[in-house]
């Protein structure tokens, strides 16, 4: 019986979220915010926007926006008028969300060695770089 790859990567993808939601339940907080701070935080020099982190996580203008708004309400970011163009805000983390900074770095970092350890080094880079690859792929 052939596997149904979708399927294996749904059960995967499922499990991992469950991983993460679990960590962020400490926090009061979800999964999707949890990696929003941390992209966010791997992004220290850069001005960052809501479109942003549309593309990063592949999700709809209302989806991102509905986040967003619950992250500046929980004091999570902060959204600054750009300087170079006042209709743009920039997003920032809060200091609420620099103080949890280091756990979610070691949370995240951690998961992703017990994810990449169940194959081998060659493996891992063919495995990264055809995760980056399905996307684009089925949008066309």
């Known amino acids: 019986m052939p596997s149904n790859v979708a399927h294996l990567i749904k059960v995967a993808s499922n499990e991992i979220s469950r991983n993460i939601n679990n960590f962020a339940g400490k926090y ?3 999964g999707t915010q949890i990696q ?3 992209y966010l935080a791997g992004q220290p020099n850069k001005n960052i926007y809501q479109k942003d982190i ?3 996580f592949n999700i709809r203008r209302p989806t ?3 986040i967003l708004k619950t992250m500046e309400r929980k004091e999570l970011i902060i959204r600054k008028i750009d300087t ?4 743009l805000k920039r997003l920032a983390l809060s200091d609420k969300s620099k103080n949890m900074q280091d756990d979610i770095e070691n949370f995240m970092n951690e998961n992703d060695q017990r994810i990449l350890s169940t194959l081998g080094t060659l493996e891992r880079r063919s495995f990264v770089h055809a995760l980056k690859k399905i996307p684009r792929k089925l949008k066309k």
């Not at 170079?84 to 209709?87: A, L």
């Open 28 to 30: 009061g907080l979800t």
């Open 36 to 38: 929003i701070i941390y």
């Open 54 to 56: 549309e593309k990063e």
């Open 64 to 66: 991102a926006t509905n």
């Open 84 to 87: 170079t163009d006042s209709r």
